[in-house]
Every structure is written in C-alpha cells, then in structure tokens.
C-alpha cells in the first residue's frame, strides 16, 4: 500500500512539473563559510573562501510555485587546513516567484563529506538552506544564499566539541 501511494505521489509531482515546465541548467558561486564550535574555540577560528558548482532541475508546480533540486560541489569549513570539509551536497528548496525577476525558497539539505575517510568529521551532514534568486534575463540569473548546519560535523565518537557549518553563497547560473 505505501508504495502504491508512493508511486502516485511521484507520479502526480511528474504530471505537474511537465504541465508547468521544467527547467534545467548550472550555476557557480563564491562561498564564505566558517565553522561554529561549542564550547567556543580555544584558537582563532577565520572564514574560509571557497567555491561552489552545480547541475539543477527545477520542477514548475504552478505558475508562481517550484521545487529546484541541485547536485553541487562545496568547498566549505574554516581557513585552518585541518578544518576544510568538501562536500557533494543535494539542497531541495520550495521556491515562490515575487514578480517577474526575483524568487525565495528554503528547504533541506544533506551533505556528503568528500575527503580523508578518518579525518575527525562525520561522514553525513544536514543543514536548512535559504536564499534569494534574481534573472537578469529569461536564462542567467544571480543568487545569494545562506547554509544553516543543523548537525554536527565532527564525528562524536572521536570528541565531545560540537561543530556546525554555516556557508554563504553568491552565485551565477545559466538555464537551458
């Protein structure tokens, strides 16, 4: 039974985005991240710059309504090169449009660490994302957005000092 209401779920989410579109497309972005520790850090703990690059689809529900999902590449963490944390990450945000030009969404996200197998972090990690998009014409946008981490990302079987990662994004991005 729940794979037959399952199944008409997905079916039905199918049926809509094609009736309202869906489009496709890349985007890069300039990350500013840092890590948040408890109990405070004992050292002096900088932002780290990196990058991010991704392939989406985004899903049109109605006219005003979609659900962009993206596989991306995060360099993220702090400066201090034993705290850098790559990731592959898969955001899933509902998106409404505010007019022509601008869109907001927010949703879920879960990361994949992509780097030393026993390093100190978790191998999975969950973070909220948010952010703002702007077209500047039907096919190049820009955007900014922020990453909340809602889990740890040390391993807690290793410490007892918790660490969440917060990355800001500002992108550009083409839709074919």
Known sequence: MKSLILTLFFASITSLSVAQGTSYG??????????D?????T????????????GFADFGISDSFSILTELQYSAEGAK??????????????ARISIGNKFTVGAGPMLSLKTWANQDGFATFT???????EYMITDELFIDARV??????????DLTDVEAQNTTFQFGFGIKI
């Open 43 to 54: 050292f002096v703990n900088q932002h780290r710059n990196g990058f991010a690059f991704a």
């Open 147 to 156: 990453h909340y981490g809602l889990s740890n990302i040390l391993d807690k």
């Open 26 to 35: 890349v985007r890069g972005a300039l990350n500013v991240s840092n890590l």
């Open 37 to 41: 520790f408890d109990p405070d850090a």
């Open 126 to 132: 969950f973070s909220g994302v948010g952010g703002l």
């Open 80 to 93: 201090e090169e034993t705290l850098r944390a790559d990731y592959i990450q898969l955001p899933v945000m």
